[in-house]
């Protein structure tokens, strides 16, 4: 009996442990996305300082300015299709996580 109810629990335990790592390698996956990003966004800053030095005109420091911000705003708009892809896989698998779990109460036909 002990060992029947003990294989109950872990059955009804499995879509929890399965919820908890689909939320784990989601938060995995956007971590390294954000640091890739910072680490993205730091060497472009570097590389701006770099080449603001070697302005010579107004017009070539403002031309500079404005690509920096472009490529900014093009590594921002990445990383948040990134992010909002690694949400979205990770909302599939707990809607089929759930589905599956209250199948497995449906009444069979």
Known sequence: MFQDMSKVLSQSMGPFKELVNIQTKMLEELTRQQMECTKACIDATVAQTRQMQSCTSAEELIRSQQE??????????????????????????????????????????
Request: glycine share 2%.
């Open 68 to 109: 920096y911000a472009e490529q900014l705003e093009e590594m921002l708009r990445q990383a948040n299709d990134k992010n909002m892809k690694a949400l979205h896989e990770a909302r599939e698998s707990v809607e089929r996580l759930a589905g599956d779990a209250f199948d497995a109460f449906a009444p069979k036909r």
